[in-house]
Protein backbone atom coordinates (compact mmCIF):
# COMPACT_ATOMS: atom_id res chain seq x y z
CA UNK A 1 0.00 0.00 0.00
CA UNK A 2 1.05 3.58 -1.10
CA UNK A 3 -0.03 6.79 0.65
CA UNK A 4 -0.10 9.72 -2.05
CA UNK A 5 -0.04 13.40 -0.66
CA UNK A 6 -2.58 15.64 -2.99
CA UNK A 7 0.37 17.85 -3.65
CA UNK A 8 4.05 17.16 -5.39
CA UNK A 9 5.55 18.94 -2.83
CA UNK A 10 6.49 15.92 -0.10
CA UNK A 11 8.18 18.08 2.37
CA UNK A 12 4.74 19.43 2.90
CA UNK A 13 3.86 17.58 6.47
CA UNK A 14 0.95 19.19 6.52
CA UNK A 15 -0.76 18.26 3.20
CA UNK A 16 -3.35 15.85 3.25
CA UNK A 17 -2.33 11.90 1.54
CA UNK A 18 -5.31 10.09 0.42
CA UNK A 19 -6.43 6.57 1.68
CA UNK A 20 -8.24 4.87 -1.65
CA UNK A 21 -5.36 1.98 -1.43
CA UNK A 22 -4.84 1.90 2.33
CA UNK A 23 -6.55 -0.97 4.41
CA UNK A 24 -6.09 0.23 8.31
CA UNK A 25 -6.10 3.08 9.93
CA UNK A 26 -5.81 3.58 14.34
CA UNK A 27 -7.66 6.16 15.88
CA UNK A 28 -6.35 7.05 19.43
CA UNK A 29 -8.67 8.52 21.86
CA UNK A 30 -9.36 7.75 24.85
CA UNK A 31 -10.95 10.21 26.61
CA UNK A 32 -13.36 11.86 27.56
CA UNK A 33 -17.34 11.34 26.70
CA UNK A 34 -17.73 14.67 24.96
CA UNK A 35 -14.45 14.00 23.28
CA UNK A 36 -15.48 10.70 21.26
CA UNK A 37 -19.06 12.40 20.94
CA UNK A 38 -16.62 14.66 18.00
CA UNK A 39 -14.86 12.45 17.36
CA UNK A 40 -17.64 10.12 16.13
CA UNK A 41 -18.32 12.64 13.67
CA UNK A 42 -14.99 12.89 12.50
CA UNK A 43 -14.44 9.01 12.05
CA UNK A 44 -17.70 8.63 10.29
CA UNK A 45 -16.91 11.19 7.63
CA UNK A 46 -13.50 9.14 6.92
CA UNK A 47 -16.02 6.13 6.57
CA UNK A 48 -18.40 8.00 4.04
CA UNK A 49 -15.12 8.92 1.64
CA UNK A 50 -12.96 5.62 2.78
CA UNK A 51 -15.85 2.47 2.98
CA UNK A 52 -13.67 -0.05 2.59
CA UNK A 53 -10.92 1.12 5.28
CA UNK A 54 -10.81 -0.80 8.60
CA UNK A 55 -10.77 1.18 11.49
CA UNK A 56 -9.58 0.42 15.27
CA UNK A 57 -10.16 3.23 17.88
CA UNK A 58 -8.13 2.94 21.16
CA UNK A 59 -10.27 4.49 23.59
CA UNK A 60 -10.92 4.30 27.28
CA UNK A 61 -12.90 2.04 29.15
CA UNK A 62 -15.95 4.38 29.90
CA UNK A 63 -15.85 5.23 26.34
CA UNK A 64 -16.38 2.40 25.27
CA UNK A 65 -20.06 1.61 27.09
CA UNK A 66 -21.34 4.04 24.82
CA UNK A 67 -19.65 3.26 21.46
CA UNK A 68 -19.31 -0.58 21.16
CA UNK A 69 -21.79 -1.02 19.07
CA UNK A 70 -20.45 1.93 16.46
CA UNK A 71 -20.64 0.22 13.12
CA UNK A 72 -17.62 -0.78 10.85
CA UNK A 73 -15.09 0.14 14.32
CA UNK A 74 -12.68 -2.35 16.31
CA UNK A 75 -12.46 -0.96 19.89
CA UNK A 76 -9.27 -1.88 21.96
CA UNK A 77 -9.95 -0.90 25.03
CA UNK A 78 -7.55 0.94 26.96
CA UNK A 79 -7.84 0.66 30.95
CA UNK A 80 -5.96 3.75 32.50
CA UNK A 81 -7.18 2.40 35.89
CA UNK A 82 -4.57 -0.43 35.51
CA UNK A 83 -1.78 1.81 35.71
CA UNK A 84 1.63 1.02 33.75
CA UNK A 85 0.45 -2.41 33.04
CA UNK A 86 -2.80 -0.91 30.91
CA UNK A 87 0.25 0.05 28.53
CA UNK A 88 1.51 -3.57 28.33
CA UNK A 89 -2.08 -5.06 28.15
CA UNK A 90 -2.13 -2.50 25.02
CA UNK A 91 1.10 -3.37 23.45
CA UNK A 92 -0.03 -6.99 23.83
CA UNK A 93 -3.73 -6.29 22.26
CA UNK A 94 -1.38 -4.65 19.18
CA UNK A 95 1.50 -7.42 18.81
CA UNK A 96 1.84 -8.24 15.28
CA UNK A 97 -0.53 -5.74 13.85
CA UNK A 98 0.75 -2.78 11.51
CA UNK A 99 -1.57 0.02 10.41
CA UNK A 100 -1.14 2.41 7.21
CA UNK A 101 -2.24 5.56 9.37
CA UNK A 102 -2.16 6.51 12.90
CA UNK A 103 -4.16 9.37 14.02
CA UNK A 104 -3.21 10.33 17.19
CA UNK A 105 -5.99 12.81 18.62
CA UNK A 106 -5.56 13.14 22.47
CA UNK A 107 -2.75 15.71 24.11
CA UNK A 108 -1.97 14.14 26.57
CA UNK A 109 1.43 12.19 28.45
CA UNK A 110 -0.85 9.06 28.90
CA UNK A 111 -1.59 9.08 24.87
CA UNK A 112 1.49 9.79 23.74
CA UNK A 113 3.00 6.93 25.89
CA UNK A 114 0.12 4.68 24.32
CA UNK A 115 1.16 5.92 21.19
CA UNK A 116 4.09 3.92 21.20
CA UNK A 117 2.89 0.48 20.99
CA UNK A 118 0.94 1.45 17.68
CA UNK A 119 2.88 0.35 15.01
CA UNK A 120 2.18 2.97 11.61
CA UNK A 121 4.61 4.29 8.94
CA UNK A 122 2.29 7.63 8.65
CA UNK A 123 1.62 9.08 12.20
CA UNK A 124 -0.89 12.10 12.35
CA UNK A 125 -0.95 14.53 15.28
CA UNK A 126 -1.83 17.74 15.83
CA UNK A 127 -0.25 21.12 14.26
CA UNK A 128 2.86 21.70 16.20
CA UNK A 129 1.72 24.46 18.17
CA UNK A 130 -0.91 22.44 19.55
CA UNK A 131 1.36 18.94 19.73
CA UNK A 132 1.97 19.27 23.67
CA UNK A 133 2.78 16.68 26.09
CA UNK A 134 5.45 14.82 23.74
CA UNK A 135 3.15 14.35 20.81
CA UNK A 136 5.63 16.22 18.53
CA UNK A 137 7.63 13.25 19.13
CA UNK A 138 6.01 10.55 17.95
CA UNK A 139 4.21 11.73 14.83
CA UNK A 140 5.41 12.50 11.89
CA UNK A 141 3.12 14.66 10.13
CA UNK A 142 0.45 16.94 11.38
CA UNK A 143 -2.84 18.76 10.91
CA UNK A 144 -3.36 21.97 9.41
CA UNK A 145 -3.19 24.91 11.88
CA UNK A 146 -6.66 26.25 13.13
CA UNK A 147 -6.67 29.98 15.00
CA UNK A 148 -9.86 29.56 16.95
CA UNK A 149 -11.36 26.16 16.05
CA UNK A 150 -13.70 24.18 18.12
CA UNK A 151 -13.06 21.14 19.63
CA UNK A 152 -15.04 18.69 16.90
CA UNK A 153 -13.41 21.23 14.13
CA UNK A 154 -10.14 20.47 15.39
CA UNK A 155 -10.73 16.54 15.16
CA UNK A 156 -12.58 17.15 11.59
CA UNK A 157 -8.91 18.17 10.68
CA UNK A 158 -7.56 14.51 10.91
CA UNK A 159 -10.60 13.62 8.49
CA UNK A 160 -9.02 16.60 6.02
CA UNK A 161 -5.78 15.06 6.46
CA UNK A 162 -6.72 12.23 4.89
CA UNK A 163 -8.51 13.55 1.69
CA UNK A 164 -11.85 14.01 3.62
CA UNK A 165 -13.70 16.72 1.60
CA UNK A 166 -17.01 16.70 2.88
CA UNK A 167 -16.74 17.88 6.98
CA UNK A 168 -20.36 18.35 7.65
CA UNK A 169 -20.88 16.59 10.85
CA UNK A 170 -23.42 13.89 11.59
CA UNK A 171 -23.17 11.00 13.52
CA UNK A 172 -25.12 7.43 14.03
CA UNK A 173 -24.55 5.80 17.53
CA UNK A 174 -26.33 2.82 17.50
CA UNK A 175 -28.41 1.96 20.58
CA UNK A 176 -29.68 -1.53 20.99
CA UNK A 177 -33.53 -1.90 21.34
CA UNK A 178 -34.12 -2.62 25.13
CA UNK A 179 -31.91 0.61 25.82
CA UNK A 180 -34.61 2.72 23.03
CA UNK A 181 -37.54 0.70 24.54
CA UNK A 182 -36.25 1.71 28.08
CA UNK A 183 -36.71 5.92 27.23
CA UNK A 184 -39.30 5.22 25.36
CA UNK A 185 -41.34 3.73 28.09
CA UNK A 186 -40.04 6.58 30.63
CA UNK A 187 -41.21 9.14 27.47
CA UNK A 188 -43.23 8.52 25.35
CA UNK A 189 -43.37 9.98 21.78
CA UNK A 190 -44.85 13.61 22.23
CA UNK A 191 -44.08 14.07 26.13
CA UNK A 192 -42.61 17.67 26.80
CA UNK A 193 -39.61 16.58 28.80
CA UNK A 194 -36.60 19.31 30.32
CA UNK A 195 -33.63 16.72 30.74
CA UNK A 196 -31.25 18.40 33.54
CA UNK A 197 -28.01 16.61 33.40
CA UNK A 198 -26.72 18.52 36.01
CA UNK A 199 -23.05 17.90 36.92
CA UNK A 200 -19.97 18.22 35.21
CA UNK A 201 -16.39 16.63 36.02
CA UNK A 202 -15.30 18.93 38.57
CA UNK A 203 -17.68 20.69 41.09
CA UNK A 204 -16.62 23.99 40.32
CA UNK A 205 -17.69 23.72 36.41
CA UNK A 206 -21.72 22.95 38.51
CA UNK A 207 -24.58 25.56 38.72
CA UNK A 208 -26.00 26.45 41.99
CA UNK A 209 -28.74 23.92 43.06
CA UNK A 210 -31.70 26.23 43.84
CA UNK A 211 -31.03 27.80 40.35
CA UNK A 212 -31.51 24.45 38.69
CA UNK A 213 -34.23 24.21 40.88
CA UNK A 214 -36.16 27.57 39.92
CA UNK A 215 -35.59 26.50 36.27
CA UNK A 216 -37.36 22.68 36.81
CA UNK A 217 -40.09 24.93 38.78
CA UNK A 218 -40.41 27.21 36.06
CA UNK A 219 -40.73 24.25 32.95
CA UNK A 220 -42.75 22.59 35.37
CA UNK A 221 -45.12 25.37 35.56
CA UNK A 222 -45.16 25.57 31.44
CA UNK A 223 -46.59 21.57 31.44
CA UNK A 224 -42.96 20.16 30.98
CA UNK A 225 -41.87 17.37 33.27
CA UNK A 226 -38.19 17.70 34.32
CA UNK A 227 -36.40 14.79 34.41
CA UNK A 228 -32.85 15.25 36.28
CA UNK A 229 -29.87 12.69 34.53
CA UNK A 230 -26.30 11.86 35.71
CA UNK A 231 -23.66 9.02 36.59
CA UNK A 232 -23.85 7.23 39.77
CA UNK A 233 -20.83 9.60 41.62
CA UNK A 234 -21.75 10.63 44.90
CA UNK A 235 -21.18 14.55 43.60
CA UNK A 236 -23.76 14.06 41.08
CA UNK A 237 -26.69 12.09 43.53
CA UNK A 238 -25.65 15.11 45.99
CA UNK A 239 -26.44 17.21 43.71
CA UNK A 240 -29.69 15.99 42.28
CA UNK A 241 -31.04 16.01 45.88
CA UNK A 242 -29.78 19.44 46.49
CA UNK A 243 -31.88 20.16 43.49
CA UNK A 244 -35.01 18.16 44.55
CA UNK A 245 -34.65 19.81 48.13
CA UNK A 246 -34.51 23.36 46.69
CA UNK A 247 -37.48 23.20 44.14
CA UNK A 248 -40.96 23.34 45.11
CA UNK A 249 -42.16 20.81 41.60
CA UNK A 250 -41.78 17.12 42.20
CA UNK A 251 -38.76 16.13 40.00
CA UNK A 252 -37.87 12.67 38.51
CA UNK A 253 -34.70 12.00 39.55
CA UNK A 254 -32.64 9.37 37.44
CA UNK A 255 -29.40 9.99 38.45
CA UNK A 256 -27.55 6.95 38.54
CA UNK A 257 -30.00 4.81 37.63
CA UNK A 258 -29.05 4.26 34.00
CA UNK A 259 -26.19 3.08 31.57
CA UNK A 260 -24.52 5.38 28.95
CA UNK A 261 -26.91 3.52 26.36
CA UNK A 262 -29.92 4.42 28.37
CA UNK A 263 -29.14 7.86 28.74
CA UNK A 264 -27.83 8.33 25.23
CA UNK A 265 -31.45 7.03 24.21
CA UNK A 266 -33.16 9.68 26.85
CA UNK A 267 -31.40 12.22 26.02
CA UNK A 268 -33.14 11.34 22.20
CA UNK A 269 -36.89 11.59 23.83
CA UNK A 270 -35.78 14.58 26.00
CA UNK A 271 -37.41 18.50 24.76
CA UNK A 272 -34.27 20.98 25.94
CA UNK A 273 -31.48 19.31 27.71
CA UNK A 274 -30.26 21.52 30.41
CA UNK A 275 -26.15 21.26 31.08
CA UNK A 276 -22.93 22.54 32.04
CA UNK A 277 -19.98 21.96 30.60
CA UNK A 278 -20.51 18.12 30.37
CA UNK A 279 -20.50 14.87 28.36
CA UNK A 280 -23.95 14.44 28.50
CA UNK A 281 -24.41 18.18 26.51
CA UNK A 282 -22.78 16.52 23.62
CA UNK A 283 -24.23 13.60 24.04
CA UNK A 284 -27.62 15.25 23.30
CA UNK A 285 -26.22 17.00 20.32
CA UNK A 286 -25.38 13.53 18.43
CA UNK A 287 -29.55 13.11 19.17
CA UNK A 288 -30.45 16.07 17.51
CA UNK A 289 -31.87 17.31 20.69
CA UNK A 290 -31.93 21.16 21.23
CA UNK A 291 -29.25 21.82 24.38
CA UNK A 292 -28.89 24.79 26.87
CA UNK A 293 -25.31 24.90 27.89
CA UNK A 294 -23.91 26.83 30.61
CA UNK A 295 -20.42 28.30 30.57
CA UNK A 296 -17.89 30.54 33.06
CA UNK A 297 -15.22 28.41 33.32
CA UNK A 298 -14.43 27.65 29.44
CA UNK A 299 -14.95 28.72 25.84
CA UNK A 300 -17.94 27.77 24.74
CA UNK A 301 -16.81 28.74 20.99
CA UNK A 302 -13.53 25.60 21.78
CA UNK A 303 -16.00 23.36 24.21
CA UNK A 304 -19.69 23.87 23.62
CA UNK A 305 -22.58 22.07 22.63
CA UNK A 306 -21.90 22.07 18.55
CA UNK A 307 -24.85 22.68 17.11
CA UNK A 308 -26.63 24.73 19.88
CA UNK A 309 -23.84 27.26 20.32
CA UNK A 310 -26.72 30.25 20.06
CA UNK A 311 -28.62 28.88 23.31
CA UNK A 312 -25.16 28.81 25.23
CA UNK A 313 -25.56 31.04 28.27
CA UNK A 314 -22.13 32.10 29.14
CA UNK A 315 -20.38 34.56 31.03
CA UNK A 316 -16.95 33.15 30.09
CA UNK A 317 -15.80 36.33 27.83
CA UNK A 318 -16.94 38.92 30.69
CA UNK A 319 -14.51 36.39 33.62
CA UNK A 320 -11.87 35.89 31.13
CA UNK A 321 -11.43 39.35 30.50
CA UNK A 322 -10.83 40.23 34.12
CA UNK A 323 -8.82 38.08 34.75
CA UNK A 324 -6.58 38.98 31.83
CA UNK A 325 -6.68 42.58 31.24
CA UNK A 326 -5.04 44.08 28.72
CA UNK A 327 -3.60 41.19 27.16
CA UNK A 328 -4.69 38.56 24.08
CA UNK A 329 -5.99 35.46 25.35
CA UNK A 330 -5.60 32.49 24.43
CA UNK A 331 -8.46 30.61 22.70
CA UNK A 332 -8.16 27.77 25.02
CA UNK A 333 -7.33 29.44 28.24
CA UNK A 334 -9.66 28.59 31.18
CA UNK A 335 -11.11 30.84 33.98
CA UNK A 336 -10.03 29.97 37.53
CA UNK A 337 -12.33 30.13 40.74
CA UNK A 338 -14.70 28.31 42.69
CA UNK A 339 -17.45 30.99 42.62
CA UNK A 340 -17.92 31.42 38.44
CA UNK A 341 -21.21 29.49 38.03
CA UNK A 342 -22.60 31.78 40.63
CA UNK A 343 -22.48 34.49 37.53
CA UNK A 344 -24.88 32.70 35.55
CA UNK A 345 -28.64 34.26 36.73
CA UNK A 346 -31.88 32.34 36.33
CA UNK A 347 -33.30 34.82 34.08
CA UNK A 348 -31.31 34.39 31.01
CA UNK A 349 -31.57 30.31 31.07
CA UNK A 350 -35.35 31.25 31.40
CA UNK A 351 -34.94 33.11 28.31
CA UNK A 352 -33.39 30.65 26.35
CA UNK A 353 -35.47 27.68 27.51
CA UNK A 354 -38.58 29.68 26.49
CA UNK A 355 -36.90 30.36 23.10
CA UNK A 356 -36.61 26.36 22.68
CA UNK A 357 -39.33 25.45 23.73
CA UNK A 358 -41.34 28.25 21.27
CA UNK A 359 -39.86 26.21 18.48
CA UNK A 360 -41.60 23.52 17.32
Known amino acids: MSLSTS ?57 YQLLKHLEGVEFVVFDKSQGWRSYFNLKQALKGRKFDVLLHMQIALRATIASLAISAKTRIGFDRFRAKEGQWLVTNRHIEPQATPHVLEGFMGFAKAVGVTDLTPSWNIPVPAIDTEFAETLIPSNTRVLVICAAASKAERNWLPERYAAVADYAVAKGYRVILCGGPTVLERELADNIQSAAKSELENQVGKTTLLQLLAILKQASVVLAPDTGPAHMA ?25 DSVVSVYDE ?25 ID ?5 VQLNRLLDQP
Not at 33 to 52: E, F, L, N, S, T
Not at 320 to 340: E, M, S, V
Not at 346 to 350: A, R
Open 7 to 63: SDNQNAKSNSIDLSNAESLCLLRLSAIGDVCHAVAMVQAIQRRYPQLKITWILGKVE
Open 285 to 309: VTQGTPVIGLYAHSNPGRTGPYTCL
Open 319 to 343: VIAQQNPDIAIPWGKRAKGGDLMER
Open 346 to 350: VESVI
